[in-house]
Nanobody, 115 residues
Framework: QVHLVESGGGLVQAGGSLRLSCAAS????????MAWYRQAPGNRRDLVAR???????RYLDSVKGRFTISRDDAENTVYLEMNSLKPEDTAVYYC?????????WGQGTQVTVSS
């Protein structure tokens, strides 16, 4: 069982920055495909950023150039650096861990961007 704990969300003005953290236990982020998803009320859960075990990174088009996903293997933690935040980035952000048949989610952290 892999346990994921997200932190770093909050309220920020448009143009501001936040850094989300996803601390994992029970599994190694270095061997998994790690990702951040987000879900706004009434919307589906969308993939925001993904980092593979080989450090290949993929991003949602609307966050390219503003968000950066990274991984600290020593801390067993994945980060999402978010800059130039916009009101449309407001959502609950979830961390996801996938390795073979294992697929785990964190509890989510709220990000609210005011205009």
């Amino acid at each position: 069982q892999v346990h994921l704990v997200e932190s770093g969300g909050g309220l920020v003005q448009a143009g501001g920055s936040l850094r989300l953290s996803c601390a994992a236990s029970g599994g190694k982020v270095s061997i998994a495909a790690m990702a951040w998803y987000r879900q706004a009320p009434g919307n589906r859960r969308d993939l925001v950023a993904r980092i593979s075990r080989d450090l290949d990174r993929r991003y949602l088009d609307s966050v390219k150039g503003r968000f950066t996903i990274s991984r600290d293997d020593a801390e067993n933690t994945v980060y999402l650096e978010m800059n130039s935040l916009k009101p449309e980035d407001t959502a609950v952000y979830y961390c996801n861990y996938v390795f073979e048949q294992d697929n785990f989610w964190g509890q989510g952290t709220q990000v609210t961007v005011s205009s």
